[in-house]
C-alpha cells in the first residue's frame, strides 16, 4: 500500500514538472527565477508541498507554482538580504523568529503594535516577511511554523488588512504547507469583524489553524520559556539588532559545564570516560579504583572488563540513522535520546565523521547552553576520522523537547592549524555560504533501568557468575576493609 503511494506521487512530480516545463516556461523563459525553475526539477520535497496542498490535482498545482514563481521573482526572494530591508524596520523589532511552541514548531511572531498603515512602507514590511519565511524556508526545509499574531497594545491604526492577507497568502500560495498555526493573542473586540474576513482568505480548511488567546489560553499552545512577561510567561529575551536573531543558537559558554577552569585538553581526555559512563551508569562501588597490588588474575579480570566496556561502546555508538552532509555525516540524524532520571542515562553521543579529503572545522550551538555540556563544542575533525560528541544536561536540569541543536562545519585550508586561536579566526572570517548546517532535536526516552544495570543485579544471584561479578565483587570488598577504621 506505501509502496503504491510512493510510485503515484513520483509520477505525479514527474507530470507536474514535465507539464510546468512545457506550458508554463517554454514561452515565457523570463517570467520566473531561472533559479526556482531549476530548484523546481531537482527537489522533489519543494514540489510534493505545492501538490499535498492542492489535494494532488495537478491543473490546480500548477496554476499554483505559477503564481508563487511569479511572486518570487517579483520579490526577488532569491536575493533577499539584510541590505534589501530598511535598518530601521529591521530594528524595531516587529517581525522576528524565536522559540518553540509546545509541539516544537518554531514560533514566528509578528508584534502588531509595531505597525502602523502606510503605503510608503508596505512593500518593505512584505520583504521583511518574506525574507524572513525564505530564510527559515532553506535551513529548515519544510518544517512547520507557527505565527504568533500578537495584538497586545493595539488599536484601530495598527490593523492593515492589505497586509495581513499578504501574510495570509505567504502560507497558502507562496510557503505550502509551512503553516502549524496562527495564534491570535489578545485580540480587541473592535477587530473581530476583521478577523472574520481573514478567515474567509484563508479557506474553509485552513480556518482550523487560526487559534484565539487571551492571557489565561495562551499556554495552550506555548510554555511559558517561550513567552514574554506580557503574555504571563517567563523568557527573558528582548528583541535587538543588530544582529539577526540566528535561529536562539548560542554556543556553550563551557564545554564543562559549570567548571569553567577546564581546559580544552581536559575536556578531550574525558570524552571516552563519559561515553562509558552513558553505556554502564556504574555505581560509586563500581568507580573505585583498583589497589595498587594486584595479582595476575585480577589483571586477567580487569582486561576481560575493559574488552566488554569497549563492545558496548562500538554498539553504542553504532548508528541507527546518520544524516549524510557534504562535509560531515551525522549520527543521530534528526533526534538526541536522552533518558529520563529514573532510566539512569541522561547522556548522548552525537557522532561526526568528516568524509572529506580536508580538516573539517565543527561548532556545536544549543537553543538552552545553561541546561547542557557539550565536549567538545569547537573542535575540528580530520580527513576520514570521527569525532565523538557527549552532551549531558547539567545535574537536576530537564531535558525539553524543544530544546535544539545545531551543528555548523566547514572545510579548512591544509595549512591552516587547529588550535583555538586558529579556529576562532577561522570562524570569523569564513563565508557563512561555506558553512553547512544540520539541527537535531531533543527527545526524551522514558524507559526501566538499562540493560547493563539488569545485568548487574541479577548477576549477584546467579551461581555461575562472570568475571566481571567476580572483579566488581572483588574491588567493593577491598574497598570496604581499606575504608574500615583501624
Known amino acids: ?10 509520477k505525479l512530480i514527474c507530470e507536474i514538472r514535465r507539464r510546468f516545463e512545457a506550458e508554463f516556461v517554454s ?15 531537482q527537489d522533489d520535497n519543494w514540489v510534493e508541498s505545492y501538490l499535498h496542498w492542492r489535494h494532488n490535482v495537478v491543473d490546480e498545482t500548477l496554476k499554483m507554482i505559477d503564481e508563487s514563481f511569479q511572486w518570487r521573482k517579483e520579490f526577488s526572494v ?7 530591508i530598511p535598518r530601521w524596520l529591521l530594528e524595531v523589532g516587529g517581525i522576528y523568529l524565536h522559540g518553540y511552541d509546545k509541539e516544537g514548531n518554531k514560533l514566528f511572531w509578528i508584534r502588531v503594535k509595531y505597525h502602523i498603515k502606510d503605503q510608503k512602507t508596505i512593500m518593505d514590511k512584505k520583504k521583511l516577511i518574506a525574507f524572513w519565511l525564505e530564510r527559515y524556508a532553506k535551513r529548515e526545509n519544510g518544517k512547520p511554523i ?32 509551512y503553516l502549524s498555526k496562527m495564534v491570535i493573542f489578545d485580540m480587541p473586540w473592535i477587530m473581530n469583524a476583521a478577523f472574520k474576513i481573514v478567515k474567509s482568505w484563508l479557506g474553509t480548511e485552513a480556518v482550523s489553524v487560526l487559534k484565539f488567546a487571551s492571557k489565561n489560553e495562551i499556554q495552550d499552545y506555548v510554555s511559558v520559556e517561550y513567552l514574554p512577561p506580557h503574555m504571563g510567561g517567563t523568557d527573558p529575551f528582548k528583541y535587538s539588532y543588530p544582529p539577526l536573531v540566528d535561529d536562539d543558537f548560542q554556543t556553550p559558554l563551557c564545554e564543562n559545564g559549570p567548571v569553567a577552569s577546564e581546559d580544552e585538553t581536559s575536556s578531550r581526555e ?35 572488563e575493559n574488552e566488554k566496556v569497549d563492545s558496548k561502546m562500538k554498539a553504542f555508538k553504532k548508528p541507527l540513522s546518520v544524516f ?35 580538516v573539517v572545522a565543527f561548532k556545536v550551538r544549543t537553543t538552552a547552553p545553561e541546561k547542557y555540556r557539550v565536549k567538545p563544542s569547537n573542535s575540528s ?15 537536576g536540569l530537564t531535558v525539553s523537547a524543544q530544546d535544539r541543536f545545531l551543528i555548523m562545519a566547514a572545510e579548512m585550508e591544509l595549512s591552516s592549524g587547529t588550535g583555538q586561536a586558529e579556529l ?44 566481571e561479578d567476580i572483579y566488581l565483587q572483588f574491588t567493593t570488598s577491598r574497598c570496604e576493609m581499606d575504608c574500615s577504621p583501624p
Not at 1 to 10: I, L, S
Not at 298 to 303: H, N, S
Not at 431 to 444: D, N, Q
Open 1 to 10: 500500500m506505501a509502496e503504491n503511494h510512493t510510485q503515484n506521487k513520483t
Open 27 to 41: 514561452d515565457n523563459s523570463d517570467k520566473y527565477d531561472p533559479r526556482d525553475v531549476e530548484r523546481l526539477q
Open 78 to 84: 532569491n536575493d533577499l538580504n539584510e541590505s534589501s
Open 146 to 177: 507557527t505565527v504568533m499574531f500578537d495584538l497586545s497594545e493595539t488599536g484601530i491604526n495598527n490593523i492593515d488588512m492589505d497586509f495581513v492577507r499578504f501574510i495570509t497568502n505567504c502560507f497558502r500560495i507562496y510557503y505550502p504547507k
Open 270 to 304: 574525558d570524552i571516552e570516560s563519559d561515553g562509558k559512563e552513558t553505556l554502564e551508569t556504574v555505581s560509586n562501588e563500581e568507580q573505585t579504583v583498583l589497589p595498587k597490588k594486584v595479582n595476575a588474575t585480577e589483571m586477567t579480570l580487569k582486561a576481560e
Open 324 to 358: 549524510k552532509g557534504p562535509l560531515l555525516h551525522i549520527s543521530p540524524a534528526e533526534e538526541l535520546y536522552f533518558g529520563s532520571t529514573e532510566s539512569g542515562e541522561k547522556k548522548t553521543l552525537i557522532v561526526l565523521t568528516n568524509v572529506t579529503k580536508n
Open 381 to 395: 575533525c580530520d580527513p576520514g576520522a570521527s569525532v565523538d560528541i557527549v552532551v549531558s544536561p547539567h545535574g
Open 424 to 467: 576562532t579566526q577561522f570562524w570569523k572570517e569564513v563565508p557563512r555560504s561555506k558553512v553547512m548546517e544540520h539541527r537535531l532535536r531533543c527527545h526524551t526516552v522514558e524507559s526501566s533501568k538499562p540493560n547493563t544495570l539488569t545485568l548487574k543485579d541479577n548477576a549477584l544471584n546467579m551461581s555461575d557468575k562472570t568475571s
